[in-house]
């Protein structure tokens, strides 16, 4: 059981370039959460998907940022036309059923740079 | 709006103390209470997961408790050695469910 894998690791972008973070979930986990650290802050929501639907964005900024979980393949948050303020850690969950009535599994995070 | 808090921000004990993390919400009506592991540049790892329903769990030497009416949770940790040294996060699962919302962390420091 690979755990929920996070890709890039790393990224770095520069003002105005897109960046795509992917999340694949732990095997069998169909709901899917992303949050937002910003540095010395706490984790934010931003959305939660299932598979082909978005549940709950209300912690997603209006402009700029969407999210998508298709049925085939990982979750996609992209952010368009990063600025500086898009620096921080993002953070996905899955979890077996909504209400994490099993709990949450998070990813390693990718820690994006905007230059 | 469910907002929780966590204290203190930041601890340091010398190695082989018991100490208790304390965190606080502030809507009862939850569905779940989950105490998670962040070491510096790294993810989460989930540490343990009370069901409203539930009073504590206990893993090793970690023991946590929920008291929902009073909105409220402690991590309690035994014997605590270096490699404790991280920020602990207490986290609940609203009513609704469809989201976690986090504290600001306990950075814990253990000295050997």
């Known amino acids: 059981n690979a755990g929920v894998m996070q890709n890039p690791r790393h990224l770095v972008r520069r003002r105005g370039q897109e960046a795509r973070l992917r999340c694949s979930p732990m095997k069998g986990h169909s709901h899917v959460y992303w949050y937002r650290q910003l540095p010395e802050e706490g984790l934010k929501f931003m959305v939660y998907l299932q598979k082909e639907n978005i549940i709950d964005e209300s912690g997603m900024p209006k402009e700029r940022f969407s999210a998508e979980f298709p049925k085939e393949g990982p979750s996609i948050l992209r952010i368009q036309q990063v600025v500086r303020g898009d620096s921080a850690a993002y953070f996905c969950?899955?979890?077996?059923?909504?209400?994490?009535?099993?709990?949450?599994?998070f990813g390693s995070g990718t820690r994006l740079t905007v230059v | 709006k469910q907002e929780v808090t966590q204290i203190p921000a930041a601890l340091s004990v010398p190695e082989g103390e018991n100490l208790v993390l304390n965190c606080s919400f502030t809507?009862?009506?939850?569905?779940?209470l989950q105490w998670f592991r962040q070491d510096p540049g790294k993810g989460l790892t989930s540490l343990l997961l009370?069901?409203?329903?539930?009073r504590e769990q206990t893993s090793g030497r970690l023991n946590a408790s929920l008291d929902k009416s009073s909105g409220r949770s402690t991590l309690y940790i035994a014997a605590s050695q270096p490699g404790d040294s991280a920020t602990y996060l207490c986290?609940?699962?609203?009513?609704?469910?469809?989201?976690?919302?986090f504290g600001s962390g306990t950075r814990l420091s253990i000295r050997p």
């Open positions: 986290a609940v699962s609203d009513s609704s469910a469809s989201k976690i919302i």
């Open positions: 969950a899955s979890s077996l059923r909504g209400q994490g009535d099993y709990g949450y599994t």
């Open positions: 009370i069901q409203s329903s539930q």
């Open positions: 809507d009862s009506a939850i569905y779940n």
